[in-house]
């Protein structure tokens, strides 16, 4: 397994911006598949973004499209999550999670059970 770190979250004003950072102890984080995925109180965890292992092609959930951008450095062995135009409903925990992926795999993983890595979530409130 891989140890995972997340750091950048905090309070923030409605319609403010965060980017939440995420860094991978793994030497061969380049071939991992990374997403974020968030928790707020009494709520199930619910997917949030997810970019495959070559950076090519990312996802987002419906509620954060066009608000939220996951982008990863693999040199960094890092993957970030700004998160722009924030809404109260946006407060949770976030996690990231990883998983290997092989180089022929093109799909993204949308659902927790694929992801075998995990951090240990960072709080995100946004005040009204």
């Known amino acids: 397994q891989v140890l995972l770190v997340e750091s950048g979250g905090g309070l923030v004003q409605a319609g403010g911006s965060l980017r939440l950072s995420c860094a991978a102890s793994?030497?061969?984080?380049?071939?991992?598949?990374m997403g974020w995925f968030r928790q707020a109180p009494g709520k199930e965890r619910e997917y949030v973004a997810a970019?495959?292992?070559?950076?090519?092609?990312?996802d987002y959930a419906a509620s954060v499209k066009g608000r939220f951008t996951i982008s990863r450095d693999n040199a960094k062995n890092t993957v970030y999550l700004h998160m722009n135009n924030l809404k109260p409903e946006d407060t949770a925990v976030y996690y990231c999670?990883?998983?290997?992926?092989?180089?022929?795999?093109?799909?993204?993983?949308?659902?927790?059970?694929?992801?075998?890595?995990w951090g240990q979530g960072i709080q995100v409130t946004v005040s009204s």
């Open positions: 793994s030497r061969t984080f380049s071939t991992y598949a």
């Open positions: 970019i495959r292992w070559s950076v090519s092609t990312m």
């Open positions: 999670a990883t998983t290997p992926q092989v180089s022929s795999d093109s799909s993204i993983y949308y659902y927790a059970e694929q992801y075998n890595s």
